[in-house]
T-cell receptor, first 113, second 115 residues
């Protein structure tokens, strides 16, 4: 059983488009995260959601918007995609009481042309 | 400001040998957490080990141990008896303060295990 899943695994799109990446976890966790990993492998947290409340927004452009329909899902919507958005995006989840133990999804490789 | 530094972009180790991956951190918080993740070529992130700033004993998880030196602000990962499957990127990260949800990751160290 997949603990944290993301779709799609690969996403190639044109500059200016709007796209969404979906994330689902079946671990019963109450906190979910989105990370961006750039071409140099640097990993940066973008958002975390706990009980549908946004906890962190690390100076991410407002073109990025997380949407959590329920505790098991945290989708990432990106408007007006730019070349610099090309990266691997990871979803993760944890229990709020143990955020150090995060379970990551397989990643979504986004390429903006 | 919080900061994680991994000074070794790439490391090589002979199979069955031990290897130490360096990590130093900078924080003004009194309580914080340090952890290591592994990212194999397939791309997923795998949690390895965690150390709380008030933990007196160094954390160990199987072949992984964390050499925590609080005064030096270092949290090095030691992998004993390296295996070919250990070849991957390794990320050091910090949660600070310990009750918060701010995570800071280093730039990673690429480990290659040589047969």
């Amino acid at each position: 059983d997949t603990a944290v899943s993301q779709t799609p695994k690969y996403l190639v799109t044109q500059m200016g488009n709007d796209k969404s990446i979906k994330c689902e976890q079946n671990l019963g966790h109450d906190t979910m995260y989105w990370y961006k990993q750039d071409s140099k492998k640097f990993l940066k947290i973008m958002f975390s959601y706990n009980n549908k409340e946004l906890i962190i927004n690390e100076t991410v452009p407002n073109r990025f918007s997380p949407k959590s329909p329920d505790k098991a899902h945290l989708n990432l919507h990106i408007n007006s995609l730019e070349l610099g958005d090309s990266a691997v995006y990871f979803c993760a989840s944890s229990q709020r009481s143990r955020p150090e133990t995060q379970y990551f999804g397989p990643g979504t490789r986004l390429l903006v042309l | 400001a919080q900061k994680i530094t991994q000074t070794q972009p790439g490391m090589f180790v002979q199979e069955k040998e031990a290897v130490t991956l360096d990590c130093t951190y900078d924080t003004s918080d009194q309580s914080y957490g340090l952890f290591w993740y592994k990212q194999p070529s397939s791309g997923e992130m795998i949690f390895l080990i965690y150390q709380g700033s008030y933990d007196e004993q160094n954390a160990t998880e199987g072949r992984y141990s964390l050499n925590f030196q609080k005064a030096r602000k270092s949290a090095n990962l030691v992998i004993s008896a390296s295996q070919l499957g250990d070849s991957a990127m390794y990320f050091c990260a910090m949660r600070g303060p310990i009750t918060g949800n701010q995570f800071y990751f280093g730039t990673g160290t690429s480990l290659t295990v040589i047969p």
